[in-house]
DNA sequence: GTAGACGTTGACGTGGACGTCAAGGCCAGG
DNA sequence: CCTGGCCTTGACGTCCACGTCAACGTCTAC
């Protein structure tokens, strides 16, 4: 199959299958025009990477996984890098989710605090003499509204 | 005070600083010689960037903080602008937070079972005869080792 | 023979927050 | 006067995974 027939197969694009290429990372047999030749091998490996990519790894990382196919294993994590990558993967993870959640209860307490000083702001330019009544007039029309249907 | 003053008081470097001004988030005054001269006001502008960068804020986010304190509230957060800002970094956290958990996930699964199909395979290469009998030598030497002191 | 759909290489653009030169001006101390 | 340390602007480099465009070759169908 051609590049464009993969890249569809794949859900990718051409450029990036020539991107790959350009990284070693899937190289392609080359017909006799020149053009780029892949087979059913390469669409596994192709889609191994993608899978990878999905979970935010970068193309270096995908790359033991790719050679663990090429070097005739049956899945690209049966190797002991691919497992290395993704133990490293699973800390970085981990440690970027702290992160993430220490940054996100900072945040909401910046905003917590600063809603209360603004609510605290507002009351006290709104009521230098005190609250307004509430419904200060509409109470006194209530019973004209309802019985004058 | 300089450029290489304030970069020092805030931490961080002058081309930090020059950056800023180029996008206008942190102009500066200018002495007769053409040198940038910042204040205090300046570095309490500068503060504030930097505490949003940390929590991962873009500079453009940073900036209804800075024009907040610019138009003379006492915190960079006490504007409805910058409270925007805040909500929407806390669901983008959320959301962030979310995705991360859930490729954790994934990849922690995909790491188990690797390791148990690894493990399989090895148990099934090594083990042609049936699994070796655990401690096939050693009681009979524990006695041995026992009663020669 | 020609249009159109594919393919090729090469090279620059994107976004974000700066880093890193290069070439030169300003000012204090010795 | 000279050195050294600060400052100036301008411009290119970094990282990453491609997007986009140009200019051109190849094959098929009409």
């Not at 790359?63 to 970085?92: I, M, N, Q, T, W």
């Amino acid at each position: 199959m051609r590049i464009g027939e993969l890249a569809q197969q794949a859900g990718t694009t051409t450029r990036t299958l020539r991107h790959y290429e350009s990284l070693g990372l899937l190289p392609a047999r080359r017909a006799g025009n020149g053009y780029r030749t892949y087979d059913e091998d390469d669409l596994r490996l192709l889609r191994q990477i993608r899978v990878l990519q999905d979970f935010g790894f970068g193309l270096e990382e995908t790359r033991p996984f790719v050679d663990c196919l090429r070097a005739g294993h049956p899945a690209g994590d049966s190797c002991p890098a691919s497992l290395e990558v993704y133990r490293r993967k699973l800390a970085e993870l981990d440690d970027c989710i702290g992160h993430l959640r220490r940054v996100r209860a900072e945040v909401g307490a910046q905003l917590a605090r600063a809603e209360r000083e603004t609510a605290a702001l507002k009351a006290a330019a709104e009521v230098p003499g005190g609250p307004p009544p509430l419904c200060a007039l509409a109470p006194p029309d209530i019973e004209e509204e309802l019985s004058t249907p």
